[in-house]
């Protein structure tokens, strides 16, 4: 190993585990709340089981609107809600806040095109089966679409990567964060260029993982 790296290897170490905090805390995010919302919105329009103009203009202004937002000013903008939420705007904790916003909308709009993929024959068929909602999305729609929201899924881990890199600036750390500040600010370019590696490495590990198990699940 790199002298470098072994000078720095602790606080690589702890910059790594604040990656991993926050991208682990959008991925349930995105999962637990982006999940249902993508699915609300396919739901709600025209033609659909749910079929709700109101609600579903709503939050397909919502969604449009935080994904619109560059991502260095809507973490400024949510510093007073992220203080509401956490009780401080500082350190990775508060990174998690904004992420996670992002997360959601992210997601969301994957989930929802994921699902307008499948085919119309499929949902025709569940209704005239006398299937619930709640049977047509968790027993066709989930199904049928289970290989694209995967690969959304991973997608979206991949951008969840690149927006924590920009987290140094409410405290929250992470490799970006590392990279700039002991590698660029301090001149030491091989500092920086070893942690754009495990970036690189890292993008890709979880890059190779989504694909693979989306052809597994395909049954197409």
Known sequence: MPEILLQYQGAIWQAIG??????????????????????????????QQLENQLIFSTLNLLVNITRSFPFLLLVVFLIPFT????????????ATVPLAIIAIAHYSRLVEQSLLDV???VLEAAVSM??????????????????GLVLGLTTSIISFISYS???GVVGGGGIGDFAIRYGYQQFKTDLMMY???????????????????ARLIDKR
């Open 119 to 121: 085919p119309k024959g």
């Open 165 to 167: 890199t920009i987290m």
């Open 130 to 147: 006398g299937a619930s909602v709640r049977e047509v999305v968790f027993k066709f729609l989930y199904v049928e679409a289970r290989s």
């Open 195 to 213: 942690m754009i590696f495990i970036m690189i490495v890292l993008v890709q590990l979880i890059q190779f993982t989504g694909m693979t198990v």
């Open 18 to 47: 604040e990656t991993f905090i926050m991208v682990g805390v959008s991925i349930l995010a995105a999962i637990l709340a982006g999940l249902p919302l993508g699915t609300l919105l396919f739901l709600c329009r025209k033609g």
């Open 83 to 94: 203080r509401l939420i956490i009780g401080t705007a500082i350190g990775t904790a508060a």
